[in-house]
């Protein structure tokens, strides 16, 4: 008899670019520590020459209207690496995967979390995300950014459910349905993955966070979409300031709608 620990519950994918070697090794070493095995999947180069069909994807009116500012082409790259990771799982079959960037740290007790997770008697969830980038997620302030908890995982986090917006990809835990649902609200894209995938009023994917975070974003590595400027919409038009306005405005009662709706 062999005590060999069970298969991984899921398919893992590190999404990457052919030229980044450091993240690379970065990856490969920290999955090894985990006794962790992923693929490794060819990022979209968004500082070369983005394939026609991508930029024919792009809706800059939108874009403008809703986030504010025009998207870069590594920002489309960014969106396109991930969404065609959604492709292949609808036409695989590839019931769930865990997808991670290669800029994180993941803490040692993220195998238990994804294998608690996939466990669990609370199956409701699309997609869980690992990261964020706010700080009001990782130390709740109020009640709005706590969100509800559905669930006590074995190893001692905690699932919650939001009614606000993540913001990071770094990693997450995605089902088939949520990768169908990504594909077909991003037919054309407008904002970045994070924030698209943030949208659940209008994708239908409501949040879900595990605390504590398993994952954080490294320090370590430059940006590879660019680094955001603060004055980014600064002088624009008083016509797209407008349209921003009315946009949010929209969006929020929407947000409302849906998670009344939805019981919060």
């Known amino acids: 008899m062999t005590n060999d620990p069970a298969p991984f519950p899921v398919p893992i994918f590190v999404i990457n670019l052919a030229r980044d070697h450091a993240r690379r090794d970065h990856m490969t070493a920290s999955l090894a520590r985990l006794d962790l095995h992923a693929e490794f999947v060819t990022a979209v180069d968004g500082r070369q020459a983005l394939p026609p069909a991508y930029k024919a994807a792009y809706d800059p009116a939108r874009a403008l209207r809703t986030y504010g500012v025009p998207m870069w082409d590594t920002e489309i790259a960014c969106f396109f690496s991930h969404r065609n990771l959604f492709d292949r799982m609808v036409a695989e079959g590839i019931e769930a995967a865990l997808v991670l960037e290669d800029d994180i740290h993941m803490d040692p007790n993220l195998p238990g979390v ?20 706010r700080t009001q997620l990782h130390q709740p302030p109020t009640d709005r950014f706590r969100g509800t908890q559905v669930a006590a ?9 939001l009614g606000t917006h993540v913001l990071g990809t770094g990693a997450y835990l995605i089902r088939r349905e949520g990768a169908a649902r990504m594909l077909a609200y991003s037919r054309r894209i407008f904002m970045p993955i994070d924030h698209t995938m943030d949208r659940f009023w209008e994708n239908g994917i409501q949040p879900y966070v595990v605390r504590p ?17 603060p004055d980014r919409r600064v002088g624009q038009p008083a016509g797209v300031r407008l349209r921003r306005r009315v946009q949010r405005a929209l969006d929020g009662l929407r947000k409302r709608a849906f998670l009344m709706q939805r019981g919060g």
Request: no cysteine; glycine share 10%; aromatic share 8%.
């Open 114 to 133: 994804v294998r608690d997770l996939m466990a669990n008697p609370f199956q409701d969830w699309l997609v869980v995300r690992l990261d964020s980038k």
């Open 153 to 161: 995982l074995p190893g001692g986090g905690t699932l919650h459910r």
């Open 213 to 229: 975070f398993p994952v954080l974003q490294t320090h370590d590595f430059g940006s590879s979409t660019g680094v955001s400027k």
